[in-house]
Nanobody, 129 residues
Framework: QVQLVESGGGLVQPGGSLRLSCAAS??????????MGWFRQAPGKEREFVAV????????HYADAVKGRFTISRDSAKNTAYLQMNSLKPDDTAIYYC????????????????????WGQGTQVTVSS
């Protein structure tokens, strides 16, 4: 079993920044082939893809809504992924969920929440003045 522990959420004013962290633990996590990333869900809306990073290599993928503002990165030694969020907007308000999977998810499936076996508990991000 893989455990994902998120941190870094909070309240920030529009235009501000936050950094989310997601630490993976558990013997089942295969950092040599896995994928980690983030989804989010706003009140009354469906869960949506935000960003992912491959643990093998360094390729990253982003939703159009966050491109140029969010950056996903990883620290392999710590099995931790980060989401740096800049120029935050009220529309970014949501619960952010860390996701992970041990398989090499194909490109067309990265945006599908069902592609990921492991989910964190979620962390609230609120962008408001």
């Amino acid at each position: 079993q893989v455990q994902l522990v998120e941190s870094g959420g909070g309240l920030v004013q529009p235009g501000g920044s936050l950094r989310l962290s997601c630490a993976a633990s558990g013997r089942a996590f295969n950092s040599g082939s896995g994928t980690m990333g983030w989804f989010r869900q706003a009140p009354g809306k469906e869960r949506e893809f935000v960003a992912v990073i491959r643990w093998y290599g360094t390729s990253t993928h982003y939703a159009d809504a966050v491109k140029g503002r969010f950056t996903i990165s990883r620290d392999s030694a710590k099995n931790t992924a980060y989401l740096q969020m800049n120029s935050l907007k009220p529309d970014d308000t949501a619960i952010y969920y860390c996701v992970a999977d041990n398989s090499r998810i194909i490109l067309s499936d990265l945006w599908n929440a069902e592609s990921y076996d492991y989910w964190g508990q979620g962390t609230q991000v609120t962008v408001s003045s």
